[in-house]
T-cell receptor, first 115, second 116 residues
């Protein structure tokens, strides 16, 4: 069963505007971590932001914030003040429980920032 | 080094050829992962090491795939008798020891394998 769902294959945003990339997840564990990665055309997976299942506050890292809605099992990424360099693939991922050894990724969303 | 280093960055192999992909993790990271990423898809888990022990190889697609990390640092992913469906980016990643799901996994730039 798909554990991470990203329903937006592609998104467009105007430069300097904010954009939200959707992510829903499925787990029965109480302890889990949610991650967002950016993958530019060079191929490297760049860590952006992390949200723990027990964290009460939404995570923020500079222009990135994570809109964590635990009851709905969603972990949307919000990018504020989009820049041309934000154009890339974005992946949502989850790591479950303790002593886990796997990180499950969604299919990704391709973000294009228009000038 | 400062980050996860992978080599070669690009590899073209003839069908049936054996290939070896190398990964040098971040210093101090005992956990090491291999992922396979097909074009247009998210990474798929292949295998995991904690130090030199391969604790999970459930994601390896066939017995043609073999990974090792003999001294608990550098790892090699070997693919025998390559087939066209093996064409993908192979991502290596490392993290601090397990025990907490919040340990971030840091990725290398990947090895792009094309089988012709």
């Amino acid at each position: 069963a798909q554990k991470i769902t990203q329903t937006q294959p592609g998104m467009f945003v105007q430069e300097k505007e904010a954009v939200t990339l959707d992510c829903t997840y499925d787990t029965s564990d109480q302890s889990y971590g949610l991650f967002w990665y950016k993958q530019p055309s060079s191929g490297e997976m760049i860590f952006l932001i992390y949200q723990g299942s027990y964290d009460e506050q939404n995570a923020t890292e500079g222009r990135y914030s994570l809109n964590f809605q635990k009851a709905r099992k969603s972990a949307n990424l919000v990018i504020s003040a989009s820049q041309l360099g934000d154009s890339a693939m974005y992946f949502c991922a989850m790591r479950e429980g303790y002593n886990n050894n796997d990180m499950r990724f969604g299919a990704g969303t391709r973000l294009t920032v228009k000038p | 080094g400062a980050g996860v280093s992978q080599s070669p960055r690009y590899k073209v192999a003839k069908r049936g050829q054996d290939v070896a992909l190398r990964c040098d993790p971040i210093s101090g990271h005992v956990s090491l992962f291999w992922y396979q990423q097909a074009l247009g898809q998210g990474p798929e888990f292949l295998t995991y090491f904690q130090n030199e022990a391969q604790l999970d190889k459930s994601g390896l697609p066939s017995d043609r795939f073999f990974a090792e990390r003999p001294e608990g640092s550098v790892s090699t992913l070997k693919i025998q008798r390559t087939q066209q469906e093996d064409s993908a980016v192979y991502l290596c990643a490392s993290s601090l020891p397990q025990g907490f799901s919040g340990n971030t996994i840091y990725f290398g730039e990947g090895s792009w394998l094309t089988v012709v």
